[in-house]
T-cell receptor
Framework: DQQVKQNSPSLSVQEGRISILNCDYT??????FLWYKKYPAEGPTFLIS?????DKNEDGRFTVFLNKSAKHLSLHIVPSQPGDSAVYFC?????????????FGAGTILRVKS | DTGVSQNPRHKITKRGQNVTFRCDPI?????LYWYRQTLGQGPEFLTY????????KSRLLSDRFSAERPKGSFSTLEIQRTEQGDSAMYLC??????????????FGPGTRLTVT
């Protein structure tokens, strides 16, 4: 039962262009969403988050959009840089059901070409 | 503050042996989580501590797995009688306990376990 899905295993983008990573979820109890970036041989690094009471959160080049009715969120990276090449994980938390544990998607490999 | 640390980084063991991993959290974080990640998948929740109390365990955590967090500081995860299916990356994450910061978990580099 995959409650968080990242349907694109990989994405390739030219340097300077926009990267859009997508994530869908099925559990309507999720109330907080996060994006993590992971380089090989390292643990996931927290990138940006959004509460379910908002539809957008921006931090520098990174913006996360949340569409609750569609149970969909996306991460926009503008402009994309070669150092952004990594695996990106979407994660969700449902305080009422699960405490603060995170449910992760399978990840999307982003390659930014220079 | 040097972040979350985990030891060892790599462990190779033979099937049937016991292994123990250690996680040292960010000092002011009172919540500590263990996750397991296999190839091509995202991390999966195993267990969670608030200070020294173990508050939740996943169904993934069989009786061969045990975790402790004495005195609410470092934590250990022990796997007894290892099986080849236990081969994975074991990740520790910590967070502070208040407000939205409670959701934002900071991960260590992980311990990669290979069971031969």
């Amino acid at each position: 039962d995959q409650q968080v899905k990242q349907n694109s295993p990989s994405l390739s983008v030219q340097e300077g262009r926009i990267s859009i990573l997508n994530c869908d979820y099925t559990n309507s109890m999720f109330d907080y969403f996060l994006w993590y970036k992971k380089y090989p041989a390292e643990g996931p690094t927290f990138l940006i988050s959004i509460s379910s009471i908002k539809d957008k959160n921006e931090d520098g080049r990174f913006t996360v959009f949340l569409n609750k009715s569609a149970k969909h969120l996306s991460l926009h990276i503008v402009p994309s840089q070669p150092g952004d090449s990594a695996v990106y994980f979407c994660a969700a938390s449902a305080t009422a059901e699960y405490g603060n544990k995170l449910v992760f998607g399978a990840g999307t490999i982003l390659r930014v070409k220079s | 503050d040097t972040g979350v640390s985990q030891n060892p980084r790599h462990k190779i063991t033979k099937r049937g042996q016991n292994v123990t991993f250690r996680c040292d959290p960010i000092s002011e974080h009172n919540r500590l989580y263990w996750y397991r990640q296999t190839l091509g998948q995202g991390p999966e929740f195993l267990t969670y501590f608030q200070n020294e109390a173990q508050l939740e365990k996943s169904r993934l955590l069989s009786d061969r797995f045990s975790a402790e967090r004495p005195k609410g500081s470092f934590s250990t995860l022990e796997i007894q009688r290892t099986e080849q299916g236990d081969s994975a990356m074991y990740l520790c994450a910590t967070s502070s306990g208040s407000g939205t910061a409670a959701y934002e978990q900071y991960f260590g580099p992980g311990t990669r376990l290979t069971v031969t």
